[in-house]
């Protein structure tokens, strides 16, 4: 990624919030040092981020919100923006456990849904409540969108072949030893 857009990104980000949360703004950047620092923090926290995601990101805060947004609700805003393809963490949780067996079958928004439920355990997902099930879905989840979001091309699923039938037809004689070896077998 280019040091300089992102760089760029970061500062059109905090001059759109000074623009917006004036006064909320000042109060908390009261020092251009303070500003400095969280600068570094966003571009170190933001880095995995286009900056046109970023930018979009910060436009839809401004819309929604009434205050200077924190760290984590910029982060949250630009996983949003930066892949369309990837739904919402809790949107994958509930459509991984909602997607019907054989789950390699199952036709998926996005392949990392999938390896997220996997990584998870299917079992643990439908038999665990989802206060305790989400937290830990999410954790998988956000790593493998990481991953995504620095390149990496996630397989879709596929599912496995049974092996084809071996089919030779049995003649009467061999038909009738099996069965007298089976008899035999089980002493009958």
Known sequence: MNKDAL?????QVFSLFSLNYHNQYYAAFKEQALEVQAKRLW?????????????????????????????????????????????????????????????????????????????CDWFFLASTPESTALPIFKQHYRELCERVRNGEELKAPKLKELPSPQESVLTREENQQRLAALRAKLDL
């Open 43 to 119: 571009f170190e926290s933001l880095q995995n981020f286009e900056p046109a995601a970023i930018l979009a990101a910060t436009k839809a805060i401004i819309l929604e919100s009434e205050y200077l947004p924190t760290l984590s609700k910029m982060v949250a805003q630009c996983e949003r923006h930066s892949n369309a393809a990837l739904p919402e963490p809790r949107a994958a949780y509930v459509e991984a456990c909602q997607a019907p067996s054989p789950k390699a079958g199952y036709q998926w928004s996005h392949p990392a849904v999938y390896y997220a439920g996997l990584a």
């Open 7 to 11: 760089i760029d990104a970061i500062n």
